[in-house]
């Protein structure tokens, strides 16, 4: 089965300790995507990438860090630099450019802070 | 500069009777809009897309809505609800990047 994979679905973080969120993808996608959510909000862009080795910030990046090493990964680290990390984090991947951009999403990580 | 208000971030309507999510856009050009559903802990799937074609806009699942650019307006409509239509609703606008702006959510409550 196609589809994008997140992992874990719950994460716990302590005070000070960095974290990482695993989203990988088997559908060749070239552009990736984290997103936040909280509750009572919309979606808001983390970081993005439309290609291995590139990255760019989103609308709230601070906090927060990325890798593309290869085409089917982008985890997302949350650091300890992020003072309200607690969210559901979800992870897209897209194909086509434009206005003919979709989007796929995978099924999220919730993460709290203990 | 583009923005998406959802007049509602709850709705409740009881099985078998009309569905209608309120969104209201802001753009300085024609925008590409969507509806995307979220069921409880999942991911996003999306319902329908506007990108300048027809007016009313069919998605999965029964739903459709109606771009009125003089109301500025992309309600999300369905005929008679299901049990199954409980989730939360975003309506998305595009940015002239194509960046995606999205509301703030409405959740659909359907009673028995």
């Known amino acids: 089965d196609g589809g994008i994979t997140q992992s874990p679905k719950y994460l716990f973080r302590k005070e000070g300790q960095n974290v990482t969120l695993s989203c990988e993808q088997n559908?060749?996608?070239?552009?990736m995507y984290w997103y936040r959510q909280d509750p009572g909000q919309g979606l808001r862009l983390i970081y993005y990438?439309?290609?291995?080795?590139?990255?760019q910030k989103g609308d709230i990046a601070e906090g927060y860090s990325v890798s593309r090493e290869k085409k089917e990964s982008f985890p997302l680290t949350v650091t300890s630099a992020q003072k309200n990390p607690t969210a559901f984090y979800l992870c897209?991947?897209?194909?086509?450019?434009?206005?003919?951009?979709?989007?796929?999403f995978g099924s999220g990580t919730q993460l709290s802070v203990l | 500069a583009q923005s998406v208000t959802q007049l509602d971030s709850h709705v409740s309507v009881s099985e078998g009777t009309p569905v209608l999510l309120r969104c209201n856009y802001s753009?300085?050009?024609?925008?590409?809009l969507f509806w995307y559903v979220q069921h409880p802990n999942k991911g996003l799937q999306l319902l329908l897309k506007?990108?300048?074609?027809a007016t009313l806009v069919k998605g999965i699942n029964g739903f459709e809505a109606e771009f009125k650019k003089s109301e500025t307006s992309f309600h999300l409509t369905k005929p008679s609800a299901h049990m199954s239509d409980a989730a939360e609703y975003f309506c998305v606008v595009s940015d002239d990047n194509y960046q995606l702006i999205w509301g703030a959510g409405t959740k659909l409550i359907i009673k028995p």
């Open positions: 559908l060749n996608h070239d552009a």
């Open positions: 753009s300085s050009y024609s925008p590409s």
């Open positions: 990438s439309q290609i291995v080795n590139d990255f």
């Open positions: 506007y990108t300048s074609a």
């Open positions: 897209a991947s897209s194909i086509g450019q434009g206005a003919d951009e979709k989007l796929f």
